[in-house]
């Protein structure tokens, strides 16, 4: 099976969710014996250790082009009526580095890593007559919404985000319809699919955890009273959860543990986070596993999202309990009794780490417990097996009547 993955980002170092489940499909579905070129868009140069290792299990493919939200981009969406999400992807740049690049491919299928590069995966498919799967890292439109929902009525925010949560949730529909199968990350986003396009071929296929990588010391000491929050701090949500955090649970929380430390971990943090008390600000961190040995617990503020954040399974796989908001937990099935709390309400929130924190036996009996669930549910191998079947069934149904392509 030859497969050619377009990823919008290129996914290393794995400091997110996104390209950590972009690499391990890589990675994995290349141990199964799939032959993979990935071409990925990147703003940036790329370290040459960074090819050097990708090269050992795919062949790579680097589209240097920023796909940032800048305000000249947002205006021209905006006024061309048009999904700046999937749009920006599909350019002049990028169409012709394809037209270079295909004629030197050989591939059987297309796997898109991203709603985002749909425009561009269906002129692909128009081109090259291959079918193609779609990763739904989340449901975007779901997350347009939300974030519109937060902003004031009619002000210029509201009116592009409200146009634009319309326009997406028709191109969203169109990528699920057009693609041959589609891998959602959790059973909510699967059902939302579905409300889209009833017809359509969606599976769901979790974030996978490589149980061998994110496995906890347990030799190391741990900080009864320590927190630990890694996140990436490109996504305006991201920061403003934590802020709701500091600002309404944290007191809470110090007012009965007066030396607990929260310790925040990510890239370009804002500075303004030192100001808070008993904060510990680490910045980016090549390895994220030691902070996970040493905390207590872990937390994931988040009011806007959708899909499934890995963080939180990478910290339960490290026996650390999480608490998390609601649509932080979304997607993930586990409950109190897989060591992961959730909860919208400030204090009820705060008494949830103030246990953890003021029991240790029992946060470490529920970290535990947590990564029992990982194990049981999100092992990198099963999951990202579904995907290889999956377009092994398509490829063996269309091994004799593949329709002639663009290129001879």
Excluded at 204 to 211: A, F, M, N
Excluded at 348 to 358: D, N, R
Aim: glycine share 4%.
């Amino acid at each position: 099976m030859k497969i050619l993955q377009i990823s919008p980002q290129f996914p290393y170092p794995l400091d997110s969710g996104g390209k950590i489940g972009i690499y391990n499909i890589t990675r994995t579905l290349s141990s199964f014996g799939a032959k993979v070129t990935l071409v990925a868009f990147s703003s940036k140069e790329i370290p040459n250790e960074h090819i050097a290792h990708f090269e050992e299990f795919c062949t790579l493919r680097l589209l240097r082009h920023s796909t940032s939200n800048t305000l000249p981009r947002i205006i021209k969406f905006f006024l061309l009526n048009k999904p700046i999400l999937t749009e920006k992807f599909f350019t002049r740049k990028s169409r012709n580095f394809f037209l270079e690049l295909l004629p030197e491919l050989d591939f059987d299928i297309v796997h898109l890593d991203h709603t985002s590069l749909y425009s561009l995966g269906k002129w692909v498919q128009d081109l090259t007559k291959k079918p193609f799967g779609l990763r739904l890292h989340n449901i975007e439109w779901i997350i347009w919404k939300r974030y519109l929902d937060e902003q004031i009525k009619y002000s210029p925010q509201w009116i592009f985000l409200n146009q634009q949560t319309k326009l997406l949730k028709e191109k969203e529909k169109e990528a699920i319809e057009s693609a041959q199968v589609v891998f959602s990350c959790t059973d909510e986003d699967r059902n939302r699919a579905m409300e889209l396009a009833k017809k359509s071929n969606i599976v769901t296929v979790s974030p996978g955890i490589d149980l061998n990588k994110w496995k906890p010391d347990r030799t190391a000491k741990r900080n009864p009273k320590e927190i630990v929050f890694a996140t990436t701090f490109g996504w305006v949500h991201n920061l403003n959860g934590l802020r709701w955090f500091l600002e309404k649970v944290f007191p809470i929380v110090r007012k009965e543990v007066p030396d607990v430390v929260l310790t925040i971990i990510g890239k370009d943090a804002p500075n303004s986070l030192k100001n808070f008390t008993n904060v510990s600000l680490v910045g980016y961190v090549d390895s994220v596993q030691p902070y996970y040995n040493r905390a207590n617990l872990a937390i994931s503020p988040l009011f806007v999202g959708s899909g499934i954040r890995v963080k939180i399974l990478e910290a339960m796989a490290m026996e650390l309990p999480v608490v998390s908001t609601i649509v932080g937990k979304e997607g993930i099935t586990a409950t109190e009794e897989n060591g992961l709390f959730a909860s919208d309400n400030p204090e009820e929130f705060a008494t949830y780490v103030v246990q953890l924190i003021k029991n240790y036996d029992y946060a470490r009996y529920k970290g535990e417990q947590a990564r029992k669930y990982i194990s049981e549910n999100h092992s990198v191998e099963n999951n990202i097996k579904i995907i290889f079947l999956e377009y092994k069934k398509i490829l063996d149904k269309q091994i004799h009547q593949s329709p002639k392509p663009f290129f001879p």
